[in-house]
């Protein structure tokens, strides 16, 4: 570990990601706050993520970014101390921040899910603590926080469906419940075969058909938002969840990975300009 930053970086940023993060529609004054959330988030999950790293490293190093980051240390973790000086300024609390920790703990040391409810019980702190930075970022009215929940577990758990060979691959990690496996006739080494096997498509259905839900949940969002352009940037995050979810629906993410194409972007823009007063 480097005594002077115990952060990896993948070499991912923003521009790898499914989904927008502080565009150019958030206003330009707020971006550089939740571009330094993002990297904090980015780094602790390039560690939490490392194929080299023992799970004991991997908890010692997170460790030192929660340290930083809530001032107990002053060093080994710069984007914890940048992300600490946005929050002094902004007013923010580290909570968001802290749950995300939590989550890559957990990452660090827990490889499957039993079922639905754990799943959900990892998007709590893994997904939700990034929508609620952002409206409390804000100012936005706590009422906003459960439909922004719902979106944020939707984009996980399109994430996870995404990325479900080479989570296996790379970390012998599943987020694919392992009860819905079961019901549906799918073992885990299905997921090192080169193509969905029917087991394997009953479950992605279960898990679109439970995003579906979300996405109903998430609908109000954009409505709520009173801030006129994260109303813009929520309601194309929407529609680009939704469109993820069509694809997957019909892709086959062990094949290749199921993404957004730059055609999804527009035509989420495009439908999100009925949200602007």
Known sequence: MSAASVEIWSGKDRADENFPVGSALIRPALRPHIHAFYAFARNADDIADS???????????????????????????????????????????PRHATDLLRAFRQDATQTRYAGWDDLLDYCRVSAMPVGRHVLDLHGEDQATHAPSDALCAALQVLNHLQDCARDLAALDRCYLPLDLMEDAGATIADLRGGAETPGLRRVFTALLDRVATLQIQAASLPRRVADRRLRLETAVILGLSRRLARRLRRGDPLAGRVKLRRADFALSLAGALRYLP
């Open 51 to 93: 194929p080299v790293l023992s799970p004991q490293d991997k908890l010692a190093r997170l460790g030192v970014m929660e340290a930083v980051l809530l001032g107990r240390a002053e060093h080994g973790a710069p984007s914890a101390r940048t992300l600490r000086a946005s929050l002094a300024e902004t007013g923010v609390d």
